[in-house]
């Protein structure tokens, strides 16, 4: 064995790994180290590419002395970065200098050729001197890229016609206009004014922000008065849930809050995840909140990290009403909703007027002498819980008191078929988990005697999933509402009206395309609409006006030919991306158009953020033949809405289809989705457009006008489409892999399927009551889904865990994927399983041998 002795231990593995012999130590052959003995260098060198053919780059090596020896090294080249064969051609052998000789050259051919890329570099290293010892016995050799980039376009197409127009404010009889223009939000969950007080809002975030802000259409700004993100711990549907002022905050400054914590909230996951109600002092004139000033009033475990309620009101008996869900996980494992022994899963009343004396003493709040179970002792394994007010609950989510009548009205979130609307009676059972709104959840165990049933309720269809519950209409802006309960759903963005009269039938009132995560009342008794996520916007409900006309006919759009609507107009891009969404099999064809003079913006995630007015195009075909194409548009109010157009049988124009379809195509079902379906997918948190962002659109295209293939983002960069200079060469930019290129490995295709298909709703702040980060640049061990337990049922599959390494079979979220029915995911507007995604995510998880 021979011993190495220089310290440079990474030439030791380059020499080892170009397979010379020896080490690349002082002296060679017997000399051992004789410092008497010359040294061989090698210097670094750099040279232009080339377009095609070869180009000489010679190595000069060296010696530092004459010597009266004959000298012998060893030389080889190895890629860096450079590839031999394609880039350059391999080089090695011997060197020898005659005495007196004491400079050698060497010529390594570099072979040109016309693509933009990055420099390139290759290693040339000397071995095994004899009569000589190494000095720098590695030189490196750059490879200087001269190709300018190849564009697949010659330059920018002018788009006069295919522009976003301003965005329809109702589909109905209600309309939602912008409140506050200038002011956007991050995910706000509730919005109130202080007693007496209407000149101002108070707005809460789901981070745990409280916002201040005047009640204006004029106001810029907003004021923070409170961070308690270092309390709350906001995973899934947890976070700073509801707000409440004291009947008499005029006198006492009180504010009560209504938020989820944990042993560490600040990091995932922390220990202990619990509801707390705790009050707060306000000073200021309501400008500031002191943290200090917190009395915690109730603490509540929660088992799991959904189905957390949170609402919490004043009624108008003065008392303290809160919400709390059924502790989560699906179907009640635990049995909340029907058991009286624990707070979860039921209304609560309260009664907060506690002095400090009694605080002091122990007494956080007191009972009120009506409630159904005020006699009992507490909560405890035999004995009621005396705050309940009202019981069997799922997730009451969003709940208001009828200020003329006293009235408390709730939408209750079902499971995995129906939403509900309940009035809440004191000592109600409402029903779950023996009932999902007014229909058996467990047939075998179905007694209903004793349970109320709902007001209202609605199935999943049209992509609802998840009332919002909302307030009974007092204002004088909407007369024709007056006295009915407006609520939503979350998912379709829809608003329905309830009226007053006995079994009267909900009405849809609008399709806003917002996912509402809460409505408010204003003193006046106008009502709002908060909408979600990023940039979310509060909207004022009124009586609809004309809305802008939007073309009925795809051929109308000014996104398409007129003449031939399957055709674009001339201002819009075709593109493709590199890991498409399933869509049950259809093939797509998709487009993009700004403005004119307008650009993309590239974010440090690599997602693209498109200018107001911009326009995505996809054509969808079955068998040939277009069955739908979507818009989907960013209007002049800075918000997105998609619109659907159905192709007739004739294939010569498409027509608009409002509120969503299901049509029967061939062997299969189609879905055209609703306003609301398509912000359901294409999420606040994932910026809304989806399949344009760097790592999806850095791919090779051919350009149909001019014949080219040209990567996508040199074309863009190339034509003057972003706003700055990419950041680099494409080559060096993110790139997810195909699902078909068996060159990559499984797991990366795998992840990219992932980020393709699940990660625009999976991912943080995502609209999901599920903490799972999907995306593929996110490690698998920060993704929440390796060894982790459902969050949302099991699927009646024991042990069952999100991904079980190995075991494919107890493994949710393939389970999931495999469903066809309400438990399938992705959830929406698909009835034909993806085979091939399927058996790619079974195949990467029966590879996972562990956990990393």
């Known amino acids: 064995m021979t011993r190495c002795l220089r310290h440079d231990l990474s030439l030791v593995l380059l020499v080892a790994a170009a397979g010379l012999a020896g080490c690349p130590s002082s002296?060679?052959?017997?000399?051992?180290?004789?410092?008497?003995?010359?040294?061989?260098?090698?210097?670094?060198?750099?040279?232009?590419?080339?377009?095609?053919g070869t180009s000489n780059t010679l190595f000069r090596v060296q010696l530092s002395a004459a010597s009266s020896a004959t000298i012998t090294v060893d030389y080889a080249t190895r890629d860096d970065n450079a590839s031999a064969g394609s880039d350059y051609v391999a080089a090695s052998g011997t060197l020898r200098f005659a005495p007196g000789e004491t400079a050698k050259t060497v010529t390594v051919a570099v072979l040109g050729d016309t693509l933009d890329e990055p420099n390139e570099r290759l290693f040339f290293m000397l071995a095994n001197p004899v009569q000589a010892k190494l000095g720098a016995g590695t030189a490196r050799a750059t490879i200087l890229n001269d190709d300018g980039p190849l564009a697949g376009l010659d330059g920018r197409p002018a788009n006069p016609t295919c522009v976003a127009p301003p965005r329809p404010s109702g589909s109905a009889s209600v309309a939602l206009q912008d409140a506050f223009p200038d002011l956007s939000f991050v995910s706000p969950l509730a919005m109130l004014q202080a007693p007496g007080d209407s000149s101002r809002w108070y707005v809460i975030e789901k981070n745990g922000a409280l916002y201040v802000f005047s009640n204006s259409p004029a106001t810029t700004s907003k004021t923070l008065i409170a961070d308690l993100s270092n309390l709350v711990d906001a995973r899934s549907e947890g976070g700073l849930l509801g707000l409440a002022f004291h009947p008499n905050y005029a006198q006492n400054g009180y504010l009560y809050l209504s938020y989820t914590t944990s042993d560490n909230p600040v990091a995932d996951n922390g220990a202990n995840f619990r509801s707390r109600i705790s009050r707060f002092t306000l000073t200021g004139a309501g400008s500031a909140l002191d943290p200090a000033s917190e009395r915690n009033l109730l603490t509540l475990a929660q088992p799991f990290d959904n189905h957390d309620g949170g609402q919490i009101a004043f009624g108008p008996d003065g008392y303290l009403y809160i919400?709390?869900?059924?502790?989560?996980?699906?179907?009640d494992p635990q049995g909340n909703g029907q058991n009286t022994r624990t707070l979860l899963g039921a209304m609560l009343r309260i009664d907060v007027n506690v002095s400090d004396a009694e605080y002091a003493a122990g007494t956080r709040y007191k009972i009120p002498v009506d409630n159904p179970f005020a006699t009992s002792p507490g909560c405890g394994a035999t004995s009621n819980c005396p705050e309940i007010y009202a019981w069997g609950l799922r997730n009451p989510w969003r709940w208001s008191f009828d200020r003329a009548t006293g009235d408390l009205w709730a939408g209750d979130v079902g499971q995995n078929n129906w939403e509900e609307i309940d009035r809440i009676e004191r000592g109600g059972n409402y029903g779950w988990n023996i009932r999902e709104g007014a229909h058996c959840y467990n047939a075998a165990t179905c007694a209903l005697a004793g349970l109320i049933d709902p007001v209202a309720e609605y199935d999943h269809s049209g992509g609802r999933c998840s009332v919002t519950g909302g307030y009974v209409y007092r204002g004088a802006g909407m007369p024709a509402l007056q006295g009915s309960y407006l609520y939503g759903d979350f998912c379709s963005g829809e608003i329905f009206g309830l009226g007053a009269q006995s079994g009267a039938t909900p009405q849809l009132l609008a399709d806003s395309g917002l996912q509402i995560a809460s409505f408010a009342e204003g003193q006046d008794g106008e009502l709002y609409a908060l909408g979600y996520g990023g940039g979310a916007h509060i909207y004022r409900l009124s009586s609809s006006t004309q809305a802008p006309a939007f073309p009925n006919r795809l051929s109308d759009t000014g996104c398409v030919n007129p003449a031939n609507p399957a055709q674009p107009a001339g201002g819009l891009i075709p593109y493709d991306i590199n890991v498409p969404f399933w869509s049950d099999g259809a093939l797509k064809e998709r487009y993009l158009a700004l403005p004119n003079a307008s650009t993309l913006h590239i974010n440090a995630e690599h997602d693209w953020e498109f200018p107001v007015g911009s326009v995505l195009l996809k054509h969808f075909r079955l068998s040939g033949q277009l069955i739908e194409t979507?818009?989907?548009?960013?209007?002049?109010?800075?918000?997105?809405?998609?619109?659907?157009?159905?192709?007739?049988?004739?294939?010569t124009d498409a027509t608009l289809v409002i509120g969503g379809k299901t049509k029967t195509v061939g062997s299969q079902t189609w879905r055209y989705p609703s306003g609301g379906e398509c912000l359901r997918c294409h999420s606040a948190a994932a910026g809304r457009a989806l399949g344009p962002e760097s790592a999806q659109m850095n791919r090779a295209f051919i350009y149909p006008s001019t014949g080219r293939s040209a990567n996508q983002l040199t074309t863009y960069a190339a034509i003057g489409l972003f706003d700055a200079p990419l950041p680099d060469v494409a080559a060096n930019l993110p790139r997810l892999p195909a699902i078909t290129d068996n060159t990559q490995p499984l797991e990366a295709r795998a992840r990219a399927y992932l980020h393709a298909n699940c990660a625009n709703c999976h991912r943080p702040g995502g609209p999901t009551p599920v903490n799972l980060d999907l995306r593929y640049t996110t490690a698998l061990a920060a993704t929440n889904s390796c060894n982790a337990v459902p969050q949302s049922g099991d699927l009646g599959m024991a042990n069952a865990l999100l991904i079980a390494p190995g075991d494919p079979a107890r493994s949710v979220l393939l389970l999931r994927m495999r469903a066809l029915d309400s438990k399938r995911m992705p959830p929406l507007a698909s009835s034909v399983l993806d085979s091939d995604g399927v058996s790619l995510i079974q195949s990467w998880i029966a590879a996972l041998a562990v956990c990393p």
Do not use: I
């Not at 919400?323 to 179907?331: E, I, K, Q, V």
């Not at 979507?630 to 294939?651: C, I, K, T, V």
């Open 630 to 651: 979507r818009l989907f548009m960013h209007h002049p109010d800075g918000e997105w809405a998609g619109y659907s157009y159905e192709w007739n049988a004739a294939q």
């Open 27 to 52: 002296g060679g052959g017997n000399t051992g180290n004789n410092p008497a003995l010359p040294s061989l260098s090698v210097s670094d060198v750099s040279l232009a590419e080339g377009n095609s």
């Open 323 to 331: 919400g709390f869900g059924d502790g989560g996980s699906g179907g």
